[in-house]
C-alpha cells in the first residue's frame, strides 16, 4: 500500500494532486517550494512565503527556517518538479 503512495495512483493521490494544484495556482510558492524539497537542510524563506507552505501542511519550521514536513512531500514533488 504505502509502496505507490508518493504517486498519482496511490492512496493520497488525491490530497497529492490538491496540494500541488495549490503550488500551480501560486507560482511563488511553487518555486519556494521547490528550493525546500532540493535543499540538504532547513532554508530561510520570505516570511509570508513560508507562512502561507507552512498552512498548507508542506513544511515545519525550525527557528526561521523552513524543512519539508513529511517523506511522501519529499518523494512526491521532487518527481513533481523534475
Known amino acids: 500500500m ?3 503512495a508518493a504517486t498519482n495512483t496511490g492512496i493520497f493521490s488525491k490530497h ?3 496540494e500541488s494544484w495549490h503550488l500551480k495556482k501560486n507560482p511563488e510558492l511553487a ?6 524539497i532540493h535543499a540538504n537542510s532547513a532554508i530561510k524563506l520570505d516570511n509570508e512565503i513560508a507562512f502561507k ?6 513544511v515545519y519550521l525550525e527557528g526561521n527556517e523552513v524543512k519539508v514536513s513529511c517523506g511522501l512531500y519529499q518523494k512526491y514533488f521532487c518527481d513533481y518538479f523534475s
Not at 31 to 36: L, R, S
Not at 53 to 58: A, D
Request: charged share 30%.
Open 31 to 36: 518555486e519556494a517550494f521547490h528550493k525546500v
Open 53 to 58: 507552505l507552512k498552512n498548507l501542511g508542506l
Open 2 to 4: 504505502l509502496k505507490g
Open 16 to 18: 497529492l494532486q490538491e
